[in-house]
């Protein structure tokens, strides 16, 4: 009479198919995830420049509410602070060549964009 279950050996097949599945899935997860990040943290970026661009031309003033993010959350320009997915706070500064204000993207994006799909597996 023939017990019922699974041999040993089916079980630790199971267990290798899984892994390999595993391993072929997660890279590629991984980088999706990183790549809609980036896009995210993007996307934040333009919506600040937007809501200062927008500011500037009701009041024709860089200064308050124009100044910070901060400012333009309370007068209604961006309905929410931005968070970028990074971590990293999202900063107003000075265009160098032109005047005016522009959100950092330096902070943001440093080596943007990236060269491969390696690229964005490493770290921010």
Same mark, same amino acid.
């Given at each position: 009479?023939?017990?019922k279950g699974f041999t040993l050996v089916e079980m630790l097949v199971v267990l290798v198919v899984i892994g390999a599945l595993i391993g072929i899935v997660l890279p590629n997860t991984l980088a999706a995830i990183r790549a809609a990040s980036n896009k995210e943290c993007a996307s934040n970026l333009r919506n600040i420049d937007t809501a200062l661009?927008?500011?500037y031309s009701e009041n024709r003033t860089w200064a308050a509410p124009c100044d910070n993010i901060g400012n333009l959350v309370n007068a209604?320009? @961006?309905?929410?602070a931005p968070v970028c997915?990074?971590?990293?706070a999202y900063q107003i500064q000075p265009k160098p060549v032109t005047g005016g204000l522009e959100s950092d993207? @330096?902070?943001h994006f440093a080596a943007w964009p990236p060269r491969s799909n390696a690229d964005l597996l490493v770290g921010h």
């Open positions: 009479m023939k017990k661009q927008v500011c209604g320009y @961006l309905e929410r997915p990074f971590g990293t993207k @330096l902070a």
